[in-house]
């Protein structure tokens, strides 16, 4: 099992951009990937973003390619998401996961373990 916590939301206009961190620890983090996903209200969890163990493989989904962007730092056990030219329909609260397998990356069912959440939202 892998313990996550999100941090860096925040309130900031359309336009602007915010850095999304989740910091892991207990399982070793090296060896598993890693997701975002996002819940706005009144709405299911959707996928934003996920990226394989090696760091090599990212996978987006399409309302945010081009805008966000999955890396991770292994020295750090923390996974980030940079999020640019941030939309009103962006706001939601953003929640971090891990799995053991890359497939079905884009499936909330299909993970493991997940953080608390951040709130971003983004006002117009």
């Known amino acids: 099992q892998v313990q996550l916590v999100e941090s860096g939301g925040g309130l900031v206009q359309a336009g602007g951009s915010l850095r999304l961190s989740c910091a892991a620890s207990g399982r070793t983090f090296s060896n598993i990937h890693m997701g975002w996903f996002r819940q706005g209200s009144g709405k299911e969890r959707e996928f934003v973003a996920a990226i394989s163990w090696s760091g090599t493989i990212r996978s987006y989904a399409d309302s945010v390619k081009g805008r966000f962007t999955i890396s991770r730092d292994v020295a750090k056990n923390t996974v980030y998401l940079q999020m640019n030219s941030l939309k009103p329909e962006d706001t939601a609260i953003y929640y971090c996961?891990?799995?053991?397998?890359?497939?079905?990356?884009?499936?909330?069912?299909?993970?493991?373990?997940w953080g608390q959440g951040t709130q971003v939202t983004v006002s117009s």
């Open positions: 996961a891990a799995k053991g397998k890359w497939n079905t990356v884009s499936r909330a069912n299909e993970y493991d373990d």
